[in-house]
C-alpha cells in the first residue's frame, strides 16, 4: 500500500476477506466481487492478491441458508493479510464467532488494514479496535451496538469512515462504497473508476445513510431523466453548470430536482456537482501533468484558490500534496 520515492504505486498486497458461519451472502459477495480479479484497464500485477478465509479446520462456511462459502484459505492467512475486511456478523444479539473476534484481533496487531462491512463492525468492536474511534455500522443495528458496546462513537448519518488502518461502513450497498475507496487510496481514482463502471455502480455517493432513518426513498420512473442528466453533466464539468442548467436538461423544475438528487444520490445537485468536479480534479492531478490552475479550469472550480479551498475542505490536502502521494505508476499522461 506504500509508494516509494519515485511516486509509483507499489501492489496493495494480500486482501483478506473473513467468511463464518451464518453470515448473509452479500456482504461475503460484495468484497469478493469488487476484489477479486481486477477491472478492464487495470494490470493484474498492481492488483489485490485476493483470499477468502474460513475457520481454521475447514474449507467451507455455511452462510446463511441456502448458501455456502468455499474457503482455500483460513484464519490463520488472515492474520498475515495486508488488508483484512469483516462482513456483516451471522447475529447482533449473540457473541460474534471468539475465533474470528481473536483472528481479527491479531491480525490488526500484525500490522493489517481492518475494514468491515454494515455488522461486522460488531466483530472490530469486540476486538477492541473501535476503541477512542469515530465507527459507523447499519442504522437499523446502532441501538443494538450501542448496548453491547456503549462506549463507542458512533456516527449514524455517514456512509463511511475512514481513521486510517481501521474503516467502518454502514448498511449494505455502504460496504460497495467503501470498497471503491479502499481501491482509490490503494490504486487511485482511475482503478476505482474502472471498478465501478465494470460493477455499474457510481465512483462515489455524495451523502450519507440519514436520508433513510424516517422514510423509504421514493421511486421514480425510468424515464426520470435523471441517470442521462448526470451523465450530460459529467461531460461538462469544464463548464459553469448550474441547477437551473440542470433541471432544463432534465426537463422538470429545480424543486423537482432537488427532491430527486435527495432521494437517489442523497444530496443536493450542487453537492453532486462539486463532488463530481472534485472527482475530474483528483484524476487530473494523479495522470497529468497539468499545473494546478489548468487542473482548476478543467474540472470547473474556476481558478487555482478556489481548487486548493474546496480540495483542502473536502479531501484535507492540498492539489499539490496529493499529486506528490497519488500519481499513477503508469507513464501516460492526458494531455487534452
Known amino acids: ?15 483478506a476477506v473473513a467468511v463464518a458461519p451464518g453470515m448473509p451472502i452479500f456482504e461475503v459477495a460484495i468484497p469478493y466481487q469488487v476484489f477479486y ?8 500485477d498492481s492488483w489485490y492478491r485476493f483470499q477468502l ?19 482455500d484459505h483460513d484464519y490463520d492467512d488472515l492474520v498475515r493479510a495486508d488488508t483484512v475486511i469483516v462482513p456483516s456478523v451471522p447475529n447482533v444479539r449473540e457473541d460474534p464467532p471468539a475465533d474470528l473476534v481473536e483472528a481479527v484481533r491479531a491480525a490488526y496487531e500484525a500490522g493489517a488494514r481492518v475494514a468491515s462491512l454494515c455488522t461486522g463492525a460488531f466483530v472490530l468492536a469486540a476486538a477492541g479496535l473501535l476503541d477512542g474511534r469515530r465507527m459507523t455500522t447499519h442504522w437499523r443495528h446502532i441501538s443494538a451496538l450501542s448496548e453491547r458496546f456503549p462506549h463507542l462513537e458512533v456516527d449514524p448519518s455517514v456512509l463511511y469512515i475512514d481513521d486510517g488502518r481501521i474503516l467502518t461502513s454502514a448498511g449494505t450497498m455502504a460496504g460497495m462504497d467503501l470498497c471503491i475507496h479502499l481501491i482509490r487510496k490503494d490504486l487511485g481514482s482511475g482503478a476505482a473508476n474502472a471498478a465501478a463502471r465494470y460493477l455499474v455502480v457510481p465512483p462515489h455517493r455524495a451523502g450519507g445513510q ?7 426513498v421514493p421511486v421514480y420512473p425510468d424515464d426520470s431523466g435523471l441517470s442521462a442528466t448526470l451523465q450530460w453533466a459529467i461531460h461538462r464539468l469544464d463548464q459553469p453548470l448550474t441547477v437551473s442548467d440542470l433541471a432544463k436538461h432534465a426537463n422538470t423544475s429545480e424543486r423537482t430536482l432537488a ?12 453537492q453532486w456537482l462539486l463532488t463530481q468536479r472534485l472527482i475530474r480534479a483528483r484524476e487530473l492531478l494523479e495522470a ?17 484558490a478556489n481548487l486548493r479551498a474546496h480540495f483542502g475542505r473536502e479531501v484535507g ?16 499522461v492526458v494531455t487534452g
Open 317 to 332: 490536502v492540498s492539489p499539490s500534496e496529493y499529486r506528490r502521494s497519488h500519481r499513477a505508476s503508469r507513464h501516460e
Open 1 to 15: 500500500m506504500d509508494q516509494n520515492g519515485s511516486g509509483t504505486r507499489t501492489a496493495p498486497g494480500t486482501l
Open 37 to 44: 480479479e481486477p477491472p478492464l484497464g487495470v494490470d493484474p
Open 259 to 270: 427532491r430527486r438528487f435527495h432521494a437517489e444520490l442523497g444530496g443536493t445537485p450542487l
Open 53 to 71: 478465509c474460513g475457520p481454521c479446520g475447514t474449507r467451507s462456511a455455511e452462510l446463511r441458508d441456502p448458501f455456502v462459502a468455499l474457503t
Open 210 to 216: 440519514a436520508q433513510y432513518l424516517e422514510s423509504p
Open 288 to 304: 497529468s501533468d497539468f499545473p494546478v490552475d489548468a487542473v482548476a479550469e478543467r474540472c470547473g472550480l474556476g481558478t487555482a
